[in-house]
T-cell receptor, first 111, second 115 residues
Framework: DAKTTQPPSMDCAEGRAANLPCNHSTISGNEYVYWYRQIHSQGPQYIIHGLKNNETNEMASLIITEDRKSSTLILPHATLRDTAVYYC????????????FGKGTLLTVNP | GAGVSQSPSNKVTEKGKDVELRCDPISGHTALYWYRQRLGQGLEFLIYFQGNSAPDKSGLPSDRFSAERTGESVSTLTIQRTQQEDSAVYLC?????????????FGEGSWLTVV
């Protein structure tokens, strides 16, 4: 798997957009970008994933740069319940079946 | 059920005892994974099942750890002669298949405390 680099921590005001960056400069053309979050050692929760195009679902948006070397997870209106560790993971299509978790970004949403 | 189900949710056991942890994956998911997370630490991959076979057992920390899966559904993780360092949350996950385009969904974990 391509390695990812995330800031260890970020703060965001409640109600504002949270923009979480991830660098994956060695990503290959067949590697997906996945985002998960974990709230206080609960099971990791899937958020979103993408290959080349930007993606949006009910939880978040994923913006992937044209060269695919970085991406940004956007939580449009952060709430206190979004405080969690956010993991950006790249995963090779076809042969690589598991997720390898790094240290992620601790997002703290402040009132 | 709709999600990955694990039992027990909490287990306290004495050092040296054996424990079994159970995972019910999402119906129809052929890929099943076990992870471990010690308090304040990252997630460690333990084992991967595709159907009933385990092509990757590379994360099992010692021969005290074993896992099986039957009927392409339920999986059991067994820890023999538990040690205090086995204390952790054990997370099970499943996906429709083992390929990267298929999302992996996690259960809420089984908290194991060895005293």
């Amino acid at each position: 798997d391509a390695k990812t680099t995330q800031p260890p921590s970020m703060d965001c005001a409640e109600g504002r957009a949270a923009n979480l960056p991830c660098n994956h400069s060695t990503i290959s053309g067949n590697e997906y970008v996945y985002w998960y979050r974990q709230i206080h050692s609960q099971g990791p929760q899937y958020i979103i994933h993408g290959l080349k195009n930007n993606e949006t679902n009910e939880m978040a948006s994923l913006i992937i740069t044209e060269d695919r070397k970085s991406s940004t997870l956007i939580l449009p209106h952060a709430t206190l319940r979004d405080t969690a560790v956010y993991y950006c993971i790249v995963r090779v299509a076809g042969s690589n079946y598991k997720l390898t978790f790094g240290k992620g970004t601790l997002l703290t949403v402040n009132p | 059920g709709a999600g990955v189900s694990q039992s027990p949710s909490n287990k306290v056991t004495e050092k040296g005892k054996d424990v079994e942890l159970r995972c019910d994956p999402i119906s129809g998911h052929t890929a099943l994974y076990w992870y471990r997370q010690r308090l304040g630490q990252g997630l460690e991959f333990l084992i991967y099942f595709q159907g009933n076979s385990a092509p990757d057992k590379s994360g099992l920390p010692s021969d005290r750890f074993s896992a099986e899966r039957t009927g392409e559904s339920v999986s059991t993780l067994t820890i023999q002669r538990t040690q205090q360092e086995d204390s952790a949350v054990y997370l099970c996950a499943s996906s429709r298949s083992g390929t990267a385009g298929n999302t992996i969904y996690f259960g809420e974990g089984s908290w194991l405390t060895v005293v």
